[in-house]
């Protein structure tokens, strides 16, 4: 293998691993925006309508998701459970 093809994969895998451990910060939800999950890989955020029609229209069928809800991917779907992760990444119930 050449010299170069060596060092773009080389770089191709720090660039995974770096972005992988960066990757775990919280989730940052801000206020007039909208975030949809439409399937497995398909994540959207737009900016909502600011009428009061709408906000009424999603308030109607709107759920309040409570405090120590878990969100996870498993084979391809979204899933939530309640309960808390622990600093190593443990699922346990409070």
Known sequence: M???SKTLIAAAAFTVAATTAF???PWEFNPG???MYAGPGKMSAMAMAA???NHDAMMKNARKVPANTVFFMDK???YSASGMLDPTGNFYLP
Do not use: E, H, R
Request: hydrophobic share 40%; charged share 15%.
């Open 2 to 4: 050449k010299i170069l």
């Open 51 to 53: 009428t009061s029609k």
């Open 33 to 35: 925006m909208a975030y």
């Open 76 to 78: 391809g779907q979204l």
């Open 23 to 25: 990757s775990q910060v």
